[in-house]
């Protein structure tokens, strides 16, 4: 059996005559590719506007900036998330706070968050960076509930999520990223995501004003807008109104990117499909514990995990295999970088306890049934014998 990673891309003959067209084109970076995959990538995650940015990384910064983070800010995320999730807010000189995460979903722990809020003083907080970590959406309500509380914004990180949804109070179905309780949502189209660019991110939300904002802080903060210039050269004047970035996607990323979309439904149901029979093999079978999936089926599977106290047997004994399981994540507070920015050590027990025993098996629409009953024997042999 040849190597088995944790995640892969999907590239189909159409995406590549996609790219090829986009390169045959005028404009190869901010054309009007960009434009057509922000609308179709808004109306599939079911939100008002989208920006589409170099990566996932870029998605945050820029977020973070828009919803005013800066040296006297403090953010609270989860620390079981890529570190991307927490660095945006040191980009901007504020400070992140984690809270533990709820061991029933893997997500930030909302009990744990207003308990961290009702103990700091009025005023400490800014904003909340929840995480729907392996696709399992965050119950949004219930945070912006919290948030509204506190006068705190909301920005979701949906890298691993598009297509996911939770079912709100009201029992409607609320997408991932779709701006109904959320501020700002943002996603990656890193190769191992549900969408791939090569590199790529998004931005979603419901706000004009904020849309405004990043598209201005996306290209250097200049703008052209005739109502927004304080005077007027000519045909070439610009001004540049704030500290803006170069975070612009190229258009034959965009072209890939839409491309990819076209199957991302479908690709969806396959991430279900090969959770159900991953569910079905381990259910029953005792070394190894699972977290159960949300009952409305909203779960968008960007990982599989499995828990295990021999995790890294098992992890060393499938790699022996062939077999490239990962840990997703190393918890972002026990990381040097963090554990030396704090002056008293931060302790999330749930997240450290998760992280000991925690396996991504893999999980990809192009993974075969043969390849995934391969996975599944290997792992039941290492406890067998
Ligand atoms: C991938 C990822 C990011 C960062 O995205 P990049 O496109 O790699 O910069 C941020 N947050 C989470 C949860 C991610 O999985």
């Known amino acids: 059996m040849h190597p088995i990673p944790y995640g892969r891309q999907e590239i189909s003959e159409a995406d590549i005559a996609a790219v090829t067209e986009a390169l045959r084109a005028d404009f190869i970076t901010q054309g009007p590719r960009i434009d057509a995959f922000e609308r179709a990538f808004a109306e599939y995650i079911g939100a008002r506007y989208a920006v589409a940015v170099a990566n996932g990384t870029a998605a945050l910064h820029l977020s973070a900036l828009a919803l005013g983070v800066g040296p006297q800010s403090r953010v609270i995320t989860a620390p079981i998330t890529f570190t991307a999730s927490a660095n945006c807010i040191r980009y901007c000189g504020g400070e992140i706070d984690f809270c533990d995460i709820d061991p029933a979903t893997i997500t930030l722990d909302i009990e744990a968050v207003r308990r961290r809020l009702a103990a700091a003083p009025r005023g400490t907080y800014q904003g909340l960076i929840p995480v729907d970590f392996a696709g399992y959406a ?10 509204d509380e506190y006068g705190l914004w909301l920005l979701e990180d949906s890298c691993h999520a598009p297509g996911g949804f939770f079912t709100d109070r009201q029992g409607q179905v609320q997408g991932c990223g779709n701006g109904a309780y959320a501020d700002l949502a943002i996603f990656s189209f890193h190769p191992v995501k549900h969408i791939a660019c090569g590199e790529g991110g998004m931005i979603t939300t419901n706000d004009p004003e904020l849309y405004q904002k990043l598209l201005v802080l996306r290209t250097h903060g200049i703008t052209k807008d005739p ?26 990323q965009a072209a890939l990117g839409s491309s990819q979309l076209q199957r991302a439904a479908t690709n969806l149901a396959r991430r279900r499909a090969i959770a159900r029979v991953y569910d079905e ?14 009952a409305d089926g909203g779960h968008a599977y960007h990982l599989y995990v499995i828990l ?11 790699r022996t295999r062939g077999i490239y399981a990962q840990i997703h994540y190393i918890p972002v507070h026990t990381q040097p970088y963090y554990r030396r920015r704090s002056a008293e050590p931060v302790s999330c027990p749930q997240a450290e306890a998760y992280y000991e025993r925690c396996l991504s098996l893999p999980m990809y629409p192009t993974l075969s049934e043969e390849e995934q009953q391969y996975v599944i024997a290997q792992v039941m042999e290492f406890f067998n014998g």
Request: hydrophobic letters at 35%; charged letters at 25%; zero cysteines.
């Open 308 to 318: 295990t106290d021999q995790r890294k047997a098992l992890y060393d004994h499938l």
């Open 281 to 294: 093999a381990f259910g029953d079978f005792g070394p190894v514990e699972l977290i159960a999936p949300p």
């Open 227 to 252: 109502a927004q210039l304080e005077r007027q050269d000519g045909g070439w004047y610009y001004e540049m109104h704030q500290l803006g970035y170069n975070y612009r996607l190229t258009d034959f």
């Open 138 to 147: 965050t119950d949004l309500e219930a945070f912006r509930e919290l948030a």
